[in-house]
């Protein structure tokens, strides 16, 4: 929820990976696409071993709340099958669009757009030791838990409000919804309120896949779930077939899991491959185990301890990686489906100006920026919202053209001669206080502070007065949202796709309902209201904005237009709409389409076959393969 | 007033002359001091080091605008490859050479020493007030006021430093509104705050001890017969008497400072990192084991700490010797 590691990856159009695969291509030792490197024959057995400085979770790992994209994954890949899924390899696979799962097939959509029905395959069981066939009342129980106001479900508006019935206020997680109606236990309908064109992609996320009825009542609080997530995926977590789930009350935990020390997670005895067409399950096992040090992480990769490492590696091993022949295929850059940016508050002085937001667009050093983040391998120079694997052509909307990457300070004071708040017409900050002492909110971990540094020389020919403000990541964006702060301008932030439509990257980030006082995630306020400036103690300050500059601008109703629209306009209605953010809102300075990298320590007995999940925007644990003979051990 | 003053010290200032046995001449207290010291050649050693470095961190900002042409804080990212790896080590155009920003670490080195001092003499000047005005309370006052006072300096003392310094750190700077009302926030503030809070109780302890000692003395029954107040007899009458003990502390404390502060920059909870110091610095060499790419990222801030605290200890040492030639090391 926080940071874009908890963003859900998008779906990539086939002109954005091209484009993505030719730049990265030029980085020497890296494969990108998700399935070059090894060379190996993909064979069934052994251990997938990977180490993590940490999980991160944003909800205890409960998939009714969690919205951590690695956890996504995680329960997509491994754990939990739902009604659809993906196919857990690249885009360029076609690992960007739902597939049906539990579901027997498509669903029957009604002509208006409003009901979708499903029948289910009957030969789907849940793990040991409940041994039984999953059936449509545990889909149903899913959205009882999201309904259900006490667990919290994080990104529940993309089905309150959208499922007939569905308000997320429910009192406990056993009301009837409405708009659900399961006929018998392999057949589930929904009705919606208006007509959704992504609600497959909707129906693909982790909330909405099935929870046995068995745990209802025994979860009450969010997150609590997290410990005990229960299996009808090819793995389970070690020691569930030890549960007893006779009461609520003799639920304990699993033993293959514990937050601070890793997770384990082994075969799932009745999973049958035979009604899965996205999972091969190559590995007897897959190893998470924490470590702190991220160094240790990468040097217990090269020495063959582990299998898989995750994120940028410390600078002296990314050199070795990209440069040195022994490591030729160990690290893949994969399309993330995500956007890095700087975010200007539209409340906040300066930035309450468009021509600052303008001339903080032409001034930012983008490219420097990226350098210090691993440099081109690390993805594209964005220049706008969305990338172009999640909408196509996205490049195209480019009007700050005249920063090429590296920054153009005389464009940029060229704009902020237009602005108030440029008192002698220098092009220079110079309004009195309002000028000085702008707090940049920045982070404080590597390579953090360092790409903090290039983005503030950028931008100090025209904004002298700017203050670096540093905190760690989750201080960062828990300041972020808290509207009332009015961080003028950070570059903590990211964001990634939810699932792979633009309105699943949108949504939240700048629909008006994403601005809550506490925990806002559309931290430029686009089209926030009078009543939410007034609630949020904000009211001054938006009141200055409307009188100097007219309403605050708002994609509200393009957002509810576009998501209407059937699948072929979808795209080019998003992108009038991402146009109309980068020209007239201009609440981002977009710097980069980023990439995710994976290194895989390809030498015999290792990883013999890489497969990259879109849309989880991780290594498909589920299709890449190993050459140990090792038997999984519990890491937690 | 003077003459009950000059009292005390008497008796160290007749000495005999080296090489001429059996003449006596007077020297003043400094005049011993500056004997004894400079037959120490360690020590002058060092004290011209601290002078250097002083000169150095005053003459940063000199060497940066006229002879480097380079500010701390200019990038160069020429010098640096696509993944930020440094490409020029120790040169003409960069002494030092640059770091993964392409900045100069030869002027980055030399603003990290204004930083370390500035920051270790503030904290420790604010050390010997609070601990010199405690000490010699406690010991003058005694009783209660003395118990509770010593019992204070235990507690402080008994404080794991560095985890309490990185606590009050992380508390004061995770959040951007700061604490203390906004008194403590991120910059250079919170580390002399820390090193005033940890620091004084050394010197309220040696302070104390000394006081315990001099208020016996006649020189403070001659004060106190003659009127004057204990206010009066302990900042004018035994505060001097203790000046040597205190420089010392003060000498010794200075190096422990400049480590503290290196070490919390280091861990990243001390000088932000837009501000050049040592242990930032070196955190910017250990980070991804990047000094196995760029050696000189880590030699030249380290160097420079070790001869700095080093030449503190060293010269600190001499003073002692010097000032309390009866000291027991």
Same mark, same amino acid.
């Given at each position: 929820m926080k940071s874009v590691r908890g963003r859900r990856r998008i779906a990539a159009a086939a002109l954005g990976v091209t484009i993505a695969l030719v730049a990265a291509a030029c980085g020497g030792n890296s494969t990108t696409g998700g399935s070059a490197g090894p060379s190996g024959t993909a064979q069934k057995g052994g251990t997938l071993r990977e180490e993590l400085p940490e999980f991160g979770w944003t909800n205890n790992f409960d998939p009714t709340g969690e919205y951590l994209g690695y956890a996504w994954g995680v329960f997509d890949q491994l754990l939990i099958r739902g009604l659809m899924t993906y196919k857990h390899v690249s885009a360029d696979e076609g690992g960007d669009t739902p597939v049906p799962d539990l579901a027997a097939g498509d669903p029957t959509v009604s002509s208006d757009g409003l009901t979708y029905d499903f029948t289910l395959k009957d030969n789907v069981k849940w793990g040991p030791p409940l041994d039984r066939v999953v059936d449509a009342n545990d889909i149903l129980y899913a959205f009882q838990r999201i309904n259900d106001a006490k667990e919290i479900a994080q990104y529940g508006n993309y089905y309150c409000g959208v499922i007939v019935g569905m308000d997320c206020k429910a009192k406990d997680d056993n009301q009837p919804i409405s708009g659900i109606t399961v006929t018998d236990a392999t057949h589930i309908s929904f009705k919606l309120e208006q007509p959704t064109g992504d609600f497959l992609y909707r129906l693909s996320m982790p909330a909405t896949k099935p929870v046995p009825v068995e745990y209802r009542g025994c979860f009450p609080k969010a997150g609590d779930m997290g410990v005990d997530v229960f299996s009808d995926g090819p793995y389970m977590i070690m020691g569930q077939d030890k549960l007893d789930i006779s009461s609520c009350s003799s639920i304990k935990p699993l033993e293959g899991y514990d937050v601070d020390k890793g997770m384990t997670m082994v075969r799932n005895p009745n999973w049958d491959p035979s009604t899965d067409e996205t999972r091969s399950a190559y590995a007897d096992g897959v190893q998470l185990k924490i470590n702190t040090s991220v160094d240790n992480i990468f040097n217990n990769l090269l020495n063959g301890d582990i299998d898989v490492a995750e994120g940028t590696p410390p600078i002296s091993v990314l050199q070795q990686l990209e440069t040195?022949?022994?490591? &030729?295929?160990w690290l893949h850059a994969d399309q993330g489906d995500r956007t890095w940016y700087v975010t200007m508050n539209l409340l906040a002085p300066p930035f309450d100006d468009v021509h600052v937001r303008n001339a903080a667009n032409l001034a930012l050093d983008k490219i420097g920026i990226r350098k210090q983040y691993g440099g081109e391998l690390r993805g594209d120079i964005a220049t706008s919202v969305e990338p172009p694997t999640v909408l196509p052509n996205s490049t195209d909307i480019n009007p700050f053209a005249a920063n090429t990457g590296s920054g153009n300070a005389q464009a940029a004071m060229d704009e902020f001669k237009q602005s108030r708040y440029d008192t002698n017409g220098n @092009? *220079? %900050?110079? #309004?009195g206080p309002v000028c000085e002492n702008i707090e940049f909110l920045g982070r404080n971990t590597d390579p953090w502070p360092a790409m903090d540094q290039v983005a503030i020389q950028s931008l100090k020919p025209v904004f002298p007065g700017l203050k670096l403000v540093e905190t760690d990541t989750s201080t960062g964006y828990t300041t972020l949202q808290q509207v009332k702060k009015l961080i003028p301008i950070s570059m903590v932030p990211g964001w990634g796709k939810d699932y792979a439509s633009p309105y699943g990257f949108d949504f939240f980030i700048? #629909?008006?309902? @994403?601005?809550? %006082? &506490?925990?806002? *995630?559309?931290y430029s306020l686009v089209g926030m209201t009078a009543d939410q400036a007034n609630e949020c103690g904000v009211k001054a300050q938006y009141d200055a904005y409307v009188q100097n500059n007219g309403p605050i601008p708002s994609v509200d109703d393009k957002m509810n237009e576009c998501v209407q629209k059937p699948t072929d306009q979808v795209d080019a209605c998003f992108a009038e709409m991402d146009t109309y953010l980068m020209?007239?809102? *201009?609440p981002w300075v977009p710097w980069l389409w980023a990439t995710n990298f994976t290194s895989t320590n390809l030498d015999p007995g290792h990883v013999t076959q890489y497969k990259f999940d879109q849309n989880a925007g991780i290594i498909s644990y589920v299709n890449t393969a190993v050459g140990n003979t090792e038997t999984p051990v519990n890491v937690a | 007033m003077s003459q009950v003053q000059q009292t005390e010290p008497a008796i160290e200032v007749l000495v005999p002359l080296e090489g001429e046995p059996g003449r006596i001449e007077g020297r003043s207290p400094w005049q011993l001091f500056w004997t004894r010291f400079r037959r120490d050649k360690i020590a002058v050693g060092a004290g011209l080091a601290v002078l250097a470095l002083i000169t150095l961190a005053l003459l940063a900002p000199v060497l940066a605008a006229h002879i480097v042409h380079r500010g701390p804080n200019d990038l160069g990212q020429n010098y640096t490859s696509d993944i930020g790896v440094p490409l020029l080590g120790p040169s003409k155009i960069a002494w030092f050479g640059v770091d993964t920003l392409g900045r100069d670490v030869f002027i980055r080195t030399l603003y990290g020493a204004r930083t370390s001092l500035k920051v270790s003499f503030i904290g420790t000047g604010a050390s010997l007030i609070i601990g010199i005005f405690l000490g010699l309370i406690a010991g003058f006052v005694g009783g209660k006021v003395d118990t509770f006072i010593s019992r204070t300096i235990d507690i402080v003392l008994s404080l794991p430093l560095l985890l309490m310094a990185i606590a009050i750190s992380v508390a004061c700077t995770s959040v951007i509104t700061g604490c203390l009302g906004g008194v403590?926030?991120?910059?250079t503030g919170i580390v002399i705050f820390i090193i005033a809070l940890f620091g004084w109780p050394y010197v309220a302890r040696i302070v104390r001890g000394q006081t315990l000692s001099l208020r016996e003395r006649e020189f403070v029954e001659a004060a106190r017969a003659t009127g004057y107040g204990n206010f009066h007899i302990m900042f004018r009458e035994i505060l001097p008497n203790m000046v040597a003990s205190i420089i010392v502390v003060a000498t010794l404390l200075i190096p422990q400072n400049i480590l503290l502060e290196a070490a919390l920059s280091f861990l990243g909870v001390g000088i932000p990192a837009e501000i050049p110091s040592w242990g930032g610095m070196i955190s910017q060499a250990a980070n991804g084991q990047l000094y196995r790419l760029a050696w000189w990222m880590l030699i030249f801030p380290g160097m420079f700490l070790v001869i700095t605290t080093l030449s503190f200890n060293l010269l600190g040492d001499g003073l002692r010797d010097a000032l309390d030639p009866r000291s027991n090391r």
């Open positions: 040195d022949p022994k490591y &030729t295929g @092009g *220079v %900050c110079d #309004d700048f #629909d008006s309902q @994403g601005i809550s %006082c &506490t925990a806002a *995630v559309n020209t007239t809102a *201009v | 403590l926030k991120q910059g």
